[in-house]
């Protein structure tokens, strides 16, 4: 399952650190051209880096990525 950060998430957490991207992305080690591409939603973090960021933010994974909908598809009955 591909997970996706969600831009407004990452953003408020990032300003709510009080860091600006370039912190963010030394701290994590990727550019800051790649936060900015998440956090204008046209680029996504690799898993590790995810990891990465919430810990840097002080937050969990789930606060910074687009909620996941449960599955409301009926099985199918046999």
Known sequence: MKVQVDPKR???????AGLNMTALAEQVGVSKGHVSMVERGLANFSPRNLVKIATVLQCSIDDLIVPVKPDTTPESES
């Not at 990452?10 to 709510?16: C, M, Q």
């Open 10 to 16: 990452l953003t408020l957490r990032r300003v709510e």
